[in-house]
């Protein structure tokens, strides 16, 4: 059976909705798409494309090009690209609740999320830290940020943290709750069955034995020995600067960074275009675009849609391989 995947644009001023409508375009054989949008701005961003948009319903057939099912989320009011407005707030996480909670339900094998606009929503009244937390509270579960591309998967220890906490939120706990559910997804959603994922160390050349800083000796080390004698295949904890060696990553099935801006430049500097945001530990696949709302690009037809593209790919495979797996 081709999965069914839910489809949220995201921020309606940001390039979401007309990333929504470019990938309307393309006929799929891998999943069957259902938008959960406000339909006044989906028309607007195929207007602005000057893109072909047929809404249908949820249980209707697309058969051409611009078609695209939606369950319609209203805005409270109309839409300027470029511009946000509180007011649609509720609409933008509506969106995100009701489509969570299908697939929750089992009416989607899993969802794809465009970006949304943090300042926005929490002028709106929510208090709002990201859609990965919003999502794992919505399931109640512990969850891990992946983000991917062709090249490498980074997963994180800690996500938006100030530089001065992350030190202090690294403890065994965490770290072995996090390695615990990198390592259930990659045999669950790619399908490798022992994987191997290099833990990177969080100061300076891993510590330098101690003397950089003993998180790698206290913390990380015995978390690593911990579950290597589970059977765990974990290599580290290595030093960022030279992990990244693309004769290093040929050996790795994931690296896991201690923090947002240790793993992610690389990964993004390696292929932003087609990198994507998972949220691992769901019992659904999510998959996001690995990119901002863009305000100055909304409403231009300039928005590259590589990486939304490939976050339905990615989503679509992963339902696919779960389906195997069960």
């Known amino acids: 059976m ?25 006929p799929r054989t891998d999943c069957r798409l259902l938008a959960y949008a406000d339909p006044g701005t989906l028309q607007q961003a195929a207007h602005a494309l000057g893109l072909p948009l047929r809404l249908l319903g949820e249980n209707e057939q ?15 009011v109309p839409n300027r690209f470029g511009h946000t407005d509180p007011a649609n707030a509720h609409a933008v996480v509506e969106a995100l609740n009701v489509a969570s909670d299908a697939c929750l339900r089992g009416e989607h094998a899993g969802i794809v999320t465009g970006p949304v606009h943090k300042a926005a929503l929490n002028a709106g009244g929510f208090a709002f830290t990201g859609t990965t ?6 399931a109640g579960c512990e969850v891990v940020m992946m983000l991917a591309n062709d090249i490498v998967r980074v997963a994180l220890a800690t996500t938006h943290l100030p530089l001065r906490a992350v030190a ?17 997804a990659l045999q669950r959603d790619f399908g490798i069955e022992q994987p191997l994922i290099a833990v990177l160390g969080l100061n300076p050349h891993a ?6 800083g003993r998180e790698e000796i206290e913390v990380i080390e015995p ?5 290597r004698s589970e059977g765990m295949r974990l290599t580290g904890p290595l030093s960022a600067d030279t992990a990244f ?61 590589s990486s939304l593209f490939a976050a339905v790919e990615t989503c679509a495979r992963i339902a696919a391989q779960r389906r195997l797996a069960a």
């Open 2 to 26: 081709i999965p069914r995947l839910a489809l949220v644009p995201g921020e309606p001023a940001g390039i979401g909705p007309e990333l929504c409508v470019r990938l309307a375009q393309l």
């Open 62 to 76: 697309a058969t051409q090009a611009g078609d695209l099912r939606l369950h319609p989320v209203p805005n409270a």
């Open 133 to 138: 937390e919003l999502l794992a509270q919505r």
């Open 168 to 184: 202090d939120a690294i403890d065994a706990t965490t770290l072995t709750r996090t390695l615990r559910i990198t390592h259930r």
């Open 207 to 212: 510590g330098e034995a101690g003397h950089l």
């Open 223 to 227: 978390v690593i020995a911990a579950l």
């Open 245 to 305: 060696l693309p004769q290093k990553l040929a050996g790795f099935d994931a690296v896991l960074a201690m923090y947002h801006d240790q793993g992610l430049p690389v990964l993004k500097y390696s292929g932003f275009e087609r990198a994507v945001n998972m949220t691992l530990g769901l019992p659904y696949p999510r998959v996001a675009v690995d990119h901002g709302t863009a305000l100055e690009l909304a409403g231009k037809g300039i928005a590259d849609p």
